[in-house]
């Protein structure tokens, strides 16, 4: 009913940046917050940051002042500029977002594919 497509992701020298995007498409009545998510091998899935409707952000400690996340609520859009990266920035990052179904008007939790994002000279 609902997917989350991202795209952005790619190889980038340590120091360069990379723009993310993830557009949420289907039976959508609205869309709460979103957020990115990452993965690197051998590792959990951690948070990276969020953002509500509103627009009030939340980051993790190791990508603040780097990363920026923001959102175009008409286009059911959400964004990952991510400056200054590192070679520890390596890993899968993901689309979350809470979505209000049209036909139900619950609200359910979906990711994205995945996007590999590739920090190496």
């Known amino acids: 009913q609902v997917q989350l497509v991202e795209s952005g992701g790619g190889l980038v020298q340590p120091g360069g940046s990379l723009r993310l995007s993830c557009a949420a498409s289907g039976n959508i009545f609205s869309v709460n917050a979103m957020g990115w998510y990452r993965q690197a091998p051998g590792k959990e899935r951690e948070l990276v940051a969020t953002i509500t409707r509103p627009g009030s952000t939340n980051y993790a400690d190791s990508v603040k002042g780097r990363f920026t996340i923001s959102r175009d609520n008409a286009k059911n859009t959400v964004y990952l500029q991510m400056n200054s990266l590192k070679p520890e920035d390596t890993a899968v990052y993901y689309c979350?977002?809470?979505?209000?179904?049209?036909?139900?008007?619950?609200?359910?939790?979906?990711w994205g594919q995945g996007t590999q994002v590739t920090v190496s000279s």
């Open positions: 979350n977002a809470g979505v209000v179904v049209r036909t139900t008007y619950i609200m359910h939790n979906y």
